[in-house]
């Protein structure tokens, strides 16, 4: 009977123990594409046509960079100096990007490009602004080249990254996963399931949660992220346990029961 007894006692406390351990572990892999559609087998088409035709929509606040080639040295040194007089410097962020002079958005979606005066750019395409400046120049020279680029187009990542934080993007495109391998990728205790993406449109906060474990998500619109975008990736399951007990709590406990196991050994011999 003691032997049983004492067989009890050891088992619980061995139990205990088992769950305390597991309980501290990772127990929810971070593996993108883990499930989810077969890429192969979507629709080609749409692909093609999300990959390649996207395009960035401008916004308020956004900084340009408007430069100008022609032929015609006079004019081209007038567009010059009318530029600097209406550009300003914005701030740099982390990636070390050289600071440009660039065209502010204001609050009402217009810049003031010289000889041309006022151009609505908020909730438009880079490509349908350049054509309409380029076009209106036409009044004046006969070969104007235009090219316009966004100089302030910066993202936001946190949470279960390696290196998270604030990124300027050199061009004018750029998907979730690229963000995440600038990062260093997501680290052991990540949600894919569960990240957030937070966007700005038309002044109001919206809040999207995507699965990124899916491979599909390449095929979301959310795929590709906008200027001041900021991309969450929470922490599993796992460690959100974790954070409730503190490593001396658990070491504590773990004594506690060793001390026990160790008591009913010697009372039960």
């Known amino acids: 009977m003691i032997k049983y007894i004492k067989t009890f006692f050891y088992c619980i406390s061995v139990i205990i123990l088992l769950l305390i351990s597991l309980e501290s572990c990772d127990t929810q892999k971070s593996v993108m594409f883990q499930k989810g559609a077969?890429?192969?087998?979507?629709?080609?088409?749409?692909?093609k046509n999300l990959h390649t035709n996207y395009e960035i929509i401008l916004q308020r606040n956004d900084i340009l960079l408007i430069t100008l080639v022609s032929s015609n040295a006079e004019f081209l040194k007038l567009f010059e100096m009318?530029?600097?007089?209406?550009?300003r410097i914005p701030n740099s962020y982390s990636s070390g990007m050289a600071n440009l002079n660039g065209f502010v958005i204001d609050q009402r979606g217009f810049i003031?490009?010289?000889?041309?005066?006022?151009?609505?750019?908020?909730?438009?395409?880079?490509?349908?602004?350049?054509?309409?400046?380029?076009?209106?120049?036409?009044?004046?020279?006969?070969?104007?080249i235009?090219?316009?680029?966004?100089?302030?187009?910066?993202?936001?990542?946190?949470?279960?990254?390696?290196?998270?934080?604030?990124?300027?993007?050199?061009?004018?495109?750029?998907?979730i996963i690229e963000l995440l391998g600038i990062t260093n990728g997501i680290t052991a205790t990540a949600d894919l399931r569960n990240a957030k993406l937070i966007r700005e449109i038309d002044g109001e906060i919206k809040e999207y949660t995507l699965d990124?474990?899916?491979?599909?998500?390449?095929?979301?619109?959310k795929y590709f992220l906008r200027q001041n975008d900021v991309l969450y990736i929470p922490p599993n399951d796992a460690k959100t346990l974790n954070s409730n007990y503190s490593p001396i709590y658990?070491?504590?406990?773990?004594?506690?029961?060793?001390?026990?196991?160790?008591?009913i050994n010697f009372l039960l011999k």
């Open 38 to 47: 077969n890429l192969d087998s979507l629709n080609l088409q749409v692909k």
């Open 82 to 87: 009318g530029t600097e007089s209406n550009a």
């Open 112 to 144: 003031t490009v010289p000889f041309i005066g006022e151009i609505q750019a908020d909730k438009r395409k880079i490509s349908d602004l350049k054509n309409e400046i380029t076009t209106k120049l036409k009044e004046y020279i006969t070969d104007p």
């Open 146 to 175: 235009v090219n316009v680029k966004l100089v302030n187009f910066k993202v936001t990542v946190l949470g279960e990254v390696r290196d998270p934080g604030t990124i300027n993007i050199p061009n004018e495109k750029i998907s």
């Open 212 to 221: 990124l474990s899916k491979s599909d998500i390449v095929f979301s619109d």
């Open 250 to 263: 658990i070491s504590v406990i773990t004594s506690i029961l060793s001390a026990l196991i160790t008591t």
